[in-house]
């Protein structure tokens, strides 16, 4: 049988399994945003109901009365332009050393520093808190970033990303009499600005979704982002409603879809860009 034919009898089957994983994530997606439109009472009916019967902005009137969702965008949106800044800028030039020069150690420091992605943020947000709270960063804008001001996944894809370039362009540089600053800047930065959007649009998803550190961190009102937002539409007797609650969620994950919509191309190929070479 020739490999045509193999790969046409192999596809169906290939097409069904891809179909049927898309369908189990879709499918909670679907459930949050039918949950934020169907009146209450189809909420909680069983069995439930998939197709609505009726919809409704009940919840999402709800949602905004209770809750100052501009704020809770700003806030987030600061941290997380700011975050993705401040970790852009540092994986750019600690990607370019470890990719460009030689020095003794880099291979154990590299490893160091990606041995940080192994330590989950609940081991280190005592101290860190301790830390924050003697030096009276505790509830503002830079206790909700001091976790955030450089990324080592950020390192390791910038530092992938550049290895791809011939080092030859980087000596004619050098040649030019063009500085090291201006290198990174002008040069290689334009060069992978692929998967410089790859990084920046992860780590911007990251920090938009952040709950932990900020409800650890943030004491007031004025500074909740919006993960810390929706907690609230939870009281403290541990009842829920769940129509409001679902419209904050879409609310919250409305831009971050149509960022990743926007973006998935660049991250799709940043990603298959970076992983070539080591």
Not at 42 to 63: C, G, Q, V
Not at 232 to 250: Q, R
């Amino acid at each position: 049988m020739s490999r045509s034919a193999l790969v046409a009898i192999g596809k169906p089957p290939l097409v069904l399994a891809v179909s049927g994983v898309a369908i189990l994530m879709i499918l909670p997606f679907y459930w949050m945003v039918m949950t934020a439109f169907v009146p209450a009472p189809d909420i909680i009916a069983f069995p439930p109901k998939w197709i609505p019967s009726r919809l409704t902005l009940a919840h999402f009137a709800e949602a905004f009365a209770k809750a100052p969702w501009l704020a809770y965008y700003w806030n987030s949106f600061v941290v997380a332009v700011v975050s993705v800044g401040c970790s852009l800028l540092f994986g750019l030039f600690a990607g370019y050393a470890f990719a460009v020069y030689r020095f003794p150690l880099q291979n154990f420091f590299f490893l160091m520093i990606l041995a940080t992605l192994m330590v989950p943020v609940q081991v280190t947000s005592v101290a860190l808190y301790i830390l924050l709270a003697r030096i009276g960063w505790v509830d503002t804008y830079l206790g909700i970033l001091a976790p955030n001001f450089a990324s080592a996944f950020g390192v390791f894809m910038i530092r992938q990303g550049i290895k791809a370039i011939p080092l030859d362009l980087i000596e004619a540089a050098r040649m030019d009499g063009a500085g090291e600053a201006r290198i990174v800047l002008t040069i290689i930065a334009p060069l992978i600005k692929t998967t410089l959007a790859t990084v920046a649009m992860i780590l911007f998803l990251g920090s938009w979704n952040d709950f932990l550190w900020p409800v650890i961190v943030i004491n007031s009102q004025d500074l909740r982002t919006i993960p810390v937002g929706i907690a609230l539409f939870k009281d403290p007797y541990g009842s829920m409603n769940y129509g409001p609650l679902m419209a904050a969620t879409v609310i919250s994950t409305g831009p971050m879809l149509l960022a990743y919509i926007v973006s998935q191309k660049f991250m799709i190929r940043g990603i298959a860009l970076t992983g070539l070479k080591g």
